[in-house]
């Protein structure tokens, strides 16, 4: 039966989300990864995505059965796929390429001159398909957990200000993510902080923005963002003593060129978990003072 290719809708998200869940649990099985949650759930991320940006949000169907999906945002000049996923029994028959070059076509139309994704470092399929678009390895990531609460040493610890829905100010975050990533990317923040599972908190040093970080229910630490002469030691340490304070299981998406957070994460009982790889169409980022949120949001 021919797939065909449509612009996603509302109705579709339950269905993308088991398309999803069944290619990544997949994927995870091949190659010794293990997963043992007893439920999954729908990321938010796709029915704020499809309702801010539905021009780049494209599923593939054979027949009444949804078998594929990818999706993208633009932020600025830059064009990052946040997913692109098939069912492993419609792999290998071109699904992916087609729903990657509706993607990038419409990053083109959205003026986007940078084209960048983060895949699983240890997946060639994907990697030679990104590869072969013109997106190459630029920044090893890794995903880092520890399940004992750190003891952490005595270290500075800096005044910040928790940010909400109300009392957000743009222009606040994007000092730290302009230097960062040369884009600010308000629409992020905004899904961020309208969620009940996060929180963010805000550095000052001198009124000025020194960096930001979120913090989320269960455990991860991510986004953070920091200036590049801002007091990195201590604001890594303050983020961790806020956290350690809620939750015994914390997690990080470190960059490997983070040489700081990294010797941080090892000192304090993290351990590697997953090796992500970020590739795009030309480098980009300083990611010395920069963790990530996760593959699909950067």
Request: with cysteine; aromatic share 12%; charged share 20%.
């Given at each position: 039966?021919?797939?065909?290719y449509?612009?996603?809708?509302?109705?579709?998200?339950?269905?993308?989300?088991?398309?999803?869940?069944?290619?990544?649990?997949?994927?995870?099985?091949?190659?010794?990864?293990?997963?043992?949650?007893?439920?999954?759930?729908?990321?938010?991320?796709?029915?704020?995505?499809?309702?801010e940006?539905?021009?780049?949000?494209?599923?593939?169907?054979e027949?009444?059965?949804?078998?594929?999906?990818?999706?993208?945002?633009?932020?600025?000049?830059?064009?990052?796929?946040?997913?692109?996923?098939?069912?492993?029994?419609?792999?290998?028959?071109?699904i992916?390429?087609?729903?990657?070059?509706l993607?990038?076509?419409?990053?083109?139309?959205?003026?986007?001159?940078?084209?960048?994704?983060?895949?699983?470092?240890?997946?060639?399929?994907?990697?030679?398909?990104?590869?072969?678009?013109?997106?190459?390895?630029?920044?090893d990531?890794?995903?880092?957990?520890t399940?004992?609460?750190?003891?952490?040493?005595?270290?500075?610890?800096?005044?910040?200000?928790?940010?909400?829905?109300?009392?957000?100010?743009?222009g606040?975050?994007?000092?730290?993510?302009?230097?960062?990533?040369?884009?600010?990317?308000?629409?992020?923040?905004?899904?961020?902080?309208?969620?009940?599972?996060?929180?963010?908190?805000?550095?000052?040093?001198?009124?000025?923005?020194?960096?930001?970080?979120?913090?989320?229910?269960?455990?991860?630490?991510?986004?953070v963002?920091?200036?590049?002469d801002?007091?990195y030691?201590?604001?890594?340490?303050?983020?961790?003593?806020?956290?350690?304070?809620?939750?015994?299981?914390?997690?990080?998406?470190?960059?490997?060129?983070?040489?700081?957070?990294?010797?941080?994460?090892?000192?304090?009982?993290?351990?590697?978990?997953?090796p992500?790889?970020?590739?795009?169409?030309?480098?980009f980022?300083?990611?010395?003072?920069?963790?990530?949120?996760?593959?699909?949001?950067?």
């Amino acid at each position: 039966m021919a797939v065909t290719y449509r612009l996603a809708r509302i109705t579709d998200i339950q269905a993308v989300s088991d398309v999803y869940w069944e290619s990544i649990l997949d994927v995870y099985q091949r190659h010794g990864f293990e997963d043992r949650r007893p439920s999954y759930p729908v990321n938010p991320f796709y029915a704020f995505c499809l309702q801010e940006e539905p021009s780049g949000f494209f599923v593939a169907e054979e027949g009444t059965r949804l078998v594929g999906a990818a999706f993208s945002w633009v932020r600025g000049h830059l064009w990052f796929l946040s997913h692109l996923f098939i069912s492993p029994s419609c792999q290998g028959r071109g699904i992916g390429r087609t729903l990657l070059e509706l993607t990038l076509q419409y990053g083109i139309t959205a003026g986007a001159t940078l084209k960048a994704v983060i895949t699983m470092a240890f997946n060639p399929v994907s990697l030679a398909l990104y590869m072969k678009a013109g997106l190459h390895p630029i920044q090893d990531i890794y995903l880092m957990k520890t399940t004992i609460k750190p003891v952490l040493p005595k270290g500075p610890t800096l005044v910040c200000e928790r940010q909400g829905p109300l009392s957000w100010q743009g222009g606040d975050l994007d000092t730290p993510d302009i230097e960062a990533l040369a884009m600010p990317r308000q629409l992020h923040h905004r899904f961020y902080l309208g969620l009940k599972d996060a929180s963010c908190i805000l550095f000052r040093l001198g009124g000025r923005v020194e960096a930001y970080a979120y913090l989320w229910k269960d455990g991860r630490i991510g986004p953070v963002s920091a200036l590049a002469d801002s007091p990195y030691d201590a604001i890594l340490h303050t983020v961790m003593e806020e956290a350690r304070q809620h939750c015994d299981d914390l997690s990080l998406l470190v960059p490997g060129s983070n040489g700081t957070a990294m010797k941080f994460a090892l000192s304090r009982g993290f351990t590697v978990i997953m090796p992500y790889v970020l590739l795009s169409s030309e480098s980009f980022g300083r990611w010395d003072h920069y963790l990530f949120h996760s593959p699909g949001m950067m």
